[in-house]
């Protein structure tokens, strides 16, 4: 089960891969400015995932309206992230959790994903400007996708 509503976030550093190389986002950084939406997401380049993270690439206009910055984090190299972003014109900011502190962090570990070894399970979080969790969602399987209009509603209760 994901990390709880009204808990602290546990903040991170993670990869992302850009203009010029590699680049450090911490997710703390946000505290104090704006909101934060985690996407956790199972592998690049599968079909659901792609839906998802297209989807919310296209509507990425009501996320920065409601102050909120987007991440979807994968346990992917960066540079898998990348190639799978510029092919599919994901806009988003893709954030590599290689090593999958984050994902164990957060607890949404989706443990031998088609024998292939652990994922990010689908996960969805709010997290409001303090790095309090204030919504949290895992799906039930990996082929659900959140509830994006729970998303919304819970960062418009933070305007």
């Given at each position: 089960?994901p990390?709880?509503?009204?808990?602290n976030?546990?903040?991170?550093t993670?990869?992302s891969?850009?203009?010029?190389?590699?680049e450090d986002?911490?997710?703390?950084?946000n505290?104090?400015?704006?909101?934060?939406?985690?996407?956790?997401?199972p592998?690049?380049?599968t079909?659901?995932?792609?839906?998802?993270?297209?989807?919310?690439?296209?509507g990425?206009?009501?996320?920065e309206?409601?102050?909120?910055a987007?991440y979807?984090i994968?346990v992917?190299s960066?540079?898998?992230q990348?190639?799978?972003?510029?092919?599919?014109?994901?806009?988003i900011?893709?954030?590599?959790?290689?090593?999958?502190?984050?994902?164990?962090?957060?607890?949404?570990?989706?443990?031998?994903l088609?024998?292939?070894?652990?994922?990010?399970?689908?996960a969805?979080?709010v997290?409001?400007?303090?790095?309090?969790?204030?919504?949290?969602?895992?799906?039930?399987?990996?082929k659900?996708?959140?509830?994006?209009e729970k998303v919304k509603?819970?960062?418009?209760?933070?305007k």
């Amino acid at each position: 089960m994901p990390l709880k509503t009204g808990t602290n976030a546990p903040d991170f550093t993670l990869k992302s891969k850009a203009a010029q190389g590699l680049e450090d986002v911490k997710l703390s950084d946000n505290f104090g400015k704006r909101a934060t939406v985690l996407l956790f997401f199972p592998l690049a380049f599968t079909g659901v995932c792609t839906q998802e993270m297209c989807d919310v690439s296209g509507g990425i206009s009501a996320y920065e309206s409601l102050n909120a910055a987007v991440y979807g984090i994968s346990v992917d190299s960066p540079f898998a992230q990348e190639a799978w972003s510029m092919q599919e014109k994901i806009t988003i900011k893709l954030l590599s959790d290689l090593n999958k502190t984050t994902i164990h962090a957060y607890d949404v570990v989706f443990p031998a994903l088609a024998g292939i070894g652990d994922t990010a399970a689908r996960a969805a979080f709010v997290i409001d400007k303090e790095g309090r969790i204030v919504h949290a969602e895992q799906t039930a399987t990996p082929k659900d996708l959140p509830d994006f209009e729970k998303v919304k509603a819970a960062l418009a209760k933070l305007k």
